[in-house]
């Protein structure tokens, strides 16, 4: 073999090498760190409408939790995503007679607070369920509310 031919082998032996490594190295980076990355910054769609809900039912959570605990200074809320799995739940009601006319019935478990730093008051878990109908937020019918309050419990825990 002359020297040409040793060099254009040698060349060809790097190049299939270096393609190796290189697809190994792109896969590690985007096999790991974007799963890594993801998890910890990325939010999936249904999380997305959870957090929607807890905001939008915000001041209806806090005025029944007022109201239950007798508590003016309550305030905000906190959920325990680590543990509770269903933080929000929506189901669908269909016309089966029910005892209420909603067709959207969710439930949320919160831990209603006070937000005082220096003299905190947690209170919960608590699970409120809501029954909203989307079209009395268009219609004005003044007799039934779009969103009301149907059960509020306290859910006893485990010591």
């Known amino acids: 073999m002359n020297f040409f031919t040793k060099v254009l082998c040698f060349h060809i032996l790097i190049f299939f090498l270096a393609i190796q490594f290189v697809s190994a190295e792109e896969y590690n980076r985007k096999g790991y760190s974007d799963d890594l990355f993801l998890v910890s910054t990325d939010v999936t769609q249904e999380q997305q409408f959870k957090n929607f ?7 209806k959570i806090v005025n029944a939790a007022q109201k239950k605990y007798n508590d003016k200074s309550i305030s905000g809320i906190s959920v325990n995503w680590e543990n509770t799995y269903n933080v929000v739940e929506i189901t669908r009601r269909y016309n089966q007679g029910n005892e209420h006319p909603y067709p959207y019935v969710i439930s949320v478990i ?10 905190p008051k947690i209170y919960g878990p608590d699970k409120l369920t809501f029954g909203i109908d989307p079209i009395l937020f268009r219609e004005n019918i003044s007799n039934l509310p779009a969103i009301k309050l149907i059960d509020y419990k306290h859910i006893k825990t485990k010591p």
């Open 53 to 59: 809900f807890l905001e939008f039912l915000h001041p």
């Open 110 to 119: 919160v831990f209603p607070q006070n937000g005082d730093i220096n003299n």
